[in-house]
């Protein structure tokens, strides 16, 4: 892989440089006294942090139905959030056209929701803690792809924690090209490796049933579902969900209902609409405030079907998702 060595400090000054045009903005990381948060940087970077440990939300929700014209916008993110920007981009969602994508090697995170100490954000204190803590989410224990190999450019870090800039695309030739020095052959084995192939999901509606007793119907998993995206959403009308007087009259004709109503309809519709787009995240279970193992069947269900199509959400912008394209016989041989 050629790529080029990353100085202390030479990414925060290319990112300085391209900020002083009033039109260019950086999302990325901050690191303050409450952790490191997503930041949405304009005219320089403060307290800006390479890896962010600390999982709430994924970055792309914010960037959803981006259009803006005459802006640059250069995107520091985890792996996950660049493939859910890359989904959102085939969607017609964002206008990808003045956006660098520059994905970071995830190390692991750790959800917000945990009560924790200080956690190290330099590469090679953070890659301990992960191996040594048992509090790292799940979504990122079963994580495909934890590499910065998606989207225009990425970063790797090298089994020393040094950082490496290679690039992807011609944008991403572009991003490297503001970083001084040579290109070189990188490092072969870096601090993440390729995963192997993880076993297949197994689940059963017994669990399901269970574990999605507790649901109260706040859809926050909806809310922040990065590819999640429909404006109209039909549950936010009385056909699935009646309320008031037409709850009534649908009782008045079938009958009984528990409370909340359609609870396990929701999460079924939801889990089809996303099961091709969905980059297992984790971003809904984060956002559940009874702790239903979402990830479990949203991750779970996705890559089942994606795998039947021999496809991975996110992987590059060329690779059409399944249900946007038609080929005759092409679920013939497909074993699940």
Same mark, same amino acid.
């Given at each position: ?222 809310? *922040?579902?990065? %590819? ?10 009385? #056909?699935?969900? &009646?309320? $008031?007087?037409? =709850? ?22 939801? *889990?089809?609409? %996303? ?10 279970? #984060?956002?559940? &405030?009874? $702790?239903?193992? =979402? ?42």
């Amino acid at each position: 892989m050629q790529a080029k060595k990353l100085n202390n400090g030479a990414i925060e000054g290319v990112l300085n440089e391209f900020l002083k045009d009033e039109q260019h903005l950086v999302l990325g990381f901050e690191k303050d006294k409450n952790g490191v948060s997503h930041r949405i940087f304009k005219k320089s970077l403060d307290q800006y942090s390479f890896l962010n440990p600390l999982f709430s939300t994924n970055g792309a929700l914010f960037l959803r139905r981006l259009f803006a014209k005459g802006m640059q916008i250069v995107l520091l993110l985890r792996p996950c959030e660049i493939r859910a920007y890359v989904e959102l981009v085939k969607l017609t969602q964002i206008e990808r056209e003045d956006i660098i994508a520059v994905s970071v090697d995830c190390l692991g995170t750790v959800s917000t929701k945990e009560k924790i100490d200080e956690i190290p954000t330099e590469a090679g204190q953070l890659d301990a803690y992960m191996k040594e803590t048992d509090k790292m989410r799940w979504a990122c224990k079963v994580c495909r792809e934890p590499r910065g190999v998606v989207g225009d450019a990425g970063i790797r870090i090298d089994k020393n924690g040094a950082f490496w800039a290679t690039s992807y695309t011609e944008k991403g030739e572009g991003f490297l090209s503001m970083i001084e020095g040579n290109l070189e052959e990188a490092p072969k084995e870096m601090l993440i490796s390729e995963k192997e192939k993880l076993p297949k999901f197994q689940t059963n509606m017994d669990d399901f049933e269970k574990d999605f007793s507790k649901c109260i119907m706040c859809m926050n998993c909806r809310d *922040m579902c990065p %590819v999640c995206y429909c404006i109209d959403c039909v549950f936010n009308g009385d #056909e699935y969900l &009646p309320k $008031g007087d037409a =709850l009534l009259n649908k009782v008045f004709r079938t009958g009984s209902t528990n409370m909340p109503q359609g609870k396990e309809l929701f999460h079924l519709i939801r *889990m089809y609409h %996303v099961s091709q787009t969905c980059v297992g995240c984790g971003a809904c279970e #984060e956002a559940c &405030p009874q $702790g239903i193992p =979402l990830t479990k069947y949203f991750k779970g269900t996705s890559e089942r079907l994606q795998g039947m199509f021999a496809y991975m959400s996110g992987r590059n912008f060329d690779e059409a998702i399944p249900y946007l394209t038609f080929l005759e016989d092409e679920l013939k041989d497909v074993e699940d």
